[in-house]
């Protein structure tokens, strides 16, 4: 990357965590008001201000991450006011059709988990199709080493696809300027590598331990925060506002799980023939960040290694248990659970069609 490049990553850095920690610090005192109010959501006019002000917040965020801070070249103000009030519209509609789910199962059940497992299996099955609604991408289907393969036509230069499906189902999404742009060679390489994935069943198996980590969440909630006794509008406020905390603690820690994928993956591209050393240098520059020297940022916000780690691991042993691509997928899949966070970190704000695709490796 040059310096332009690792400035700019920086300060999308400096931008994801200012709205990262916005969000937290609003779910901090959305559960304080709940505690201290008997259990009621703010009133009426209270709570409309509450909106409008969170609204002009993340479009502020948005509209510095999706025009201020992107690469060359950026999109004009016009252009990306089109897709992103698309994108804004659509990531709307799956967080009402969330809350709706999780008030149905709260009733029903007395819990949230129900409603969070429907709209989670929803995400994981309709993907393809939000990534239309949401980032208005287009995909199309390719025969490819005598199975299929999928390509989306995007402008954002950070969106690297990722494995659409899961099981026998599952298939691999590249962005359709790689086919032509990239040299066959890395292409082969990031294709063997999402193969090897698929044939690992690390779609399914991330799918299960992220579902059970926001299930953990939501009943640990519930019961902290007597959540099943409350009021409906009430109860799901307090459930928007803990699964806000408990995405923020995700943020934190799968970073660091997720990393062993990264690496495995890679090896698993030597070992099939295809020396991926080229395609990990070039893959910084497309996604527009690399890592970080400092060891602590590095753990934290960057689940997908730098390229000096990545080739140096490329020589070492495999060690432990490949859990999957947990951290960015989970952006993706948190939005079942009522909370933004998906849009607000470094990689995604202001992005639409990486809200449904973060950036991966």
């Not at 005192?29 to 002009?56: C, E, H, K, Q």
């Not at 029903?108 to 949401?134: E, P, S, W, Y």
Request: glycine share 12%; charged share 10%; net charge positive.
């Amino acid at each position: 990357m040059g310096p332009d490049q690792i400035r700019l990553s920086r300060r999308r850095l400096r931008l994801g965590i200012t709205n990262v920690g916005f969000w937290v610090l609003a779910a901090c005192s959305g559960l304080f008001w709940l505690t201290r109010n008997d259990g009621a959501p703010p009133g009426p006019l209270l709570f409309w201000a509450i909106g409008a002000g969170v609204i002009a917040v993340q479009a502020a965020c948005d509209v510095l991450g999706g025009v201020v801070l992107m690469p060359e070249p950026r999109p004009s103000v016009a252009t990306f006011l089109r897709g992103w009030s698309r994108g804004v519209a659509g990531h709307t509609l799956v967080l009402v059709v969330a809350g709706l789910a999780s008030a149905l199962s709260l009733r029903l059940t007395g819990g949230f988990g129900a409603g969070i497992a429907l709209v989670t299996l929803v995400l994981v099955l309709g993907r393809r199709q939000l990534l239309f609604v949401i980032g208005g991408v287009a995909t199309s289907e390719h025969s490819h080493e005598g199975g299929s393969m999928l390509t989306g036509t995007v402008s954002d230069p950070a969106f690297t696809g990722g494995v659409v499906g899961l099981g026998r189902r599952a298939r691999s999404l590249l962005p359709a300027g790689w086919m032509s742009t990239l040299p066959k060679s890395e292409l082969a390489a990031e294709s063997s590598r999402r193969r090897w994935q698929i044939a690992q069943g690390l779609p399914g198996r991330t799918f299960a331990l992220i579902l059970g980590w926001n299930l953990l969440g939501s009943f640990v909630g519930t019961q902290l925060f007597q959540l099943a006794a409350r009021p409906t509008a009430a109860a799901l406020f307090g459930h928007a506002c803990w699964m806000t905390l408990w995405a923020f603690v995700s943020l934190l820690v799968l970073p660091a799980l997720s990393r062993k994928t990264v690496f495995a993956a890679d090896r698993a591209a030597a070992v099939s023939g295809h020396d991926p050393r080229a395609w990990i240098s070039r893959f910084p520059e497309l996604v527009g960040e690399d890592g970080s020297p400092n060891a602590a940022v590095q753990a934290i916000f960057y689940p997908v290694p730098s390229a000096e780690m990545r080739l140096h691991q490329l020589s070492q042993p495999a060690t432990g248990f490949v859990l999957g691509n947990l951290a960015r997928s989970n952006l993706y899949y948190s939005v079942a659970t009522g909370t933004l966070l998906g849009r607000a970190v470094h990689c995604n704000v202001g992005r639409p069609a990486l809200w449904v695709f973060p950036p991966s490796a």
